[in-house]
T-cell receptor, first 114, second 108 residues
């Protein structure tokens, strides 16, 4: 069965550079969530999209932005990278928010800022 | 906020049973999930509950009481490979929020 696909799997950037992370949800899933997980921490909600519109916002820095495209894939854009942005970034997808439904995660992108 | 509380750590012996409790704020509740996560890997979906009662899936069972804002994950016949972090996550409309996770260590 198709799963949530994230790319790239690993990314190394220097401070002040820009990074773009991509997420391809499970087919027919219209909701995408982005999470940041630092070492030894629980996943922190960044932002979510439903039907290409931002649906909720968590602890996402102003340096980050995201969008969901017409094919439902989503991109997280991170600018002016800082050392503290080094983390695992997960994307999850589900269908029909507001109704109980399972949410599945991609394998994550490990971002290292040096 | 939407507080989700679960114990930080639990240790059990191979073959034993462990119960991980999770409490959460009830307003706006729309489903509760349990995920297993090994270090450096993505959370893996284990179960979800939206109605009161027990859901059983092999060695794993999950229980929900909506009125009490309470759930537990029951791991039976523990195996060494079950050593991992177990995340309780609650869905409120467009957000899926996680607890801090419970690290389960299985000893021989």
């Amino acid at each position: 069965a198709a799963g949530v696909i994230q790319s790239p799997r690993h990314l190394i950037k220097e401070k002040r550079e820009t990074a773009t992370l991509k997420c391809y949800p499970i087919p027919r899933h219209d909701t995408v969530y982005w999470y940041q997980q630092g070492p030894g921490q629980d996943p922190q909600f960044l932002i979510s999209f439903y039907e290409k519109m931002q649906s909720d916002k968590g602890s996402i820095p102003d340096r980050f932005s995201a969008q969901q495209f017409s094919d439902y894939h989503s991109e997280l854009n991170m600018s002016s990278l800082e050392l503290g942005d080094s983390a695992l970034y997960f994307c999850a997808s589900s269908s029909t928010p507001g109704t109980p439904t399972e949410a599945f995660f991609g394998q994550g992108t490990r971002l290292t800022v040096v | 906020g939407q507080n989700i509380d679960q114990p930080t750590e639990m240790t059990a012996t191979e073959g034993a049973i462990v119960q991980i409790n999770c409490t959460y704020q009830t307003s706006g509740f729309n489903g509760l999930f349990w995920y297993q996560q090994h270090a450096g890997e993505a959370p893996t979906f284990l179960s979800y509950n939206v109605l009161d009662g027990l859901e059983e899936k092999g060695r794993f069972s999950s229980f929900l009481s909506r009125s009490k804002g309470y759930s537990y994950l029951l791991l039976k016949e523990l195996q060494m490979k079950d050593s991992a972090s177990y995340l309780c996550a609650v869905k409120w409309d467009y957000k899926l929020s996680f607890g801090a996770g419970t690290t389960v260590t299985v000893r021989a």
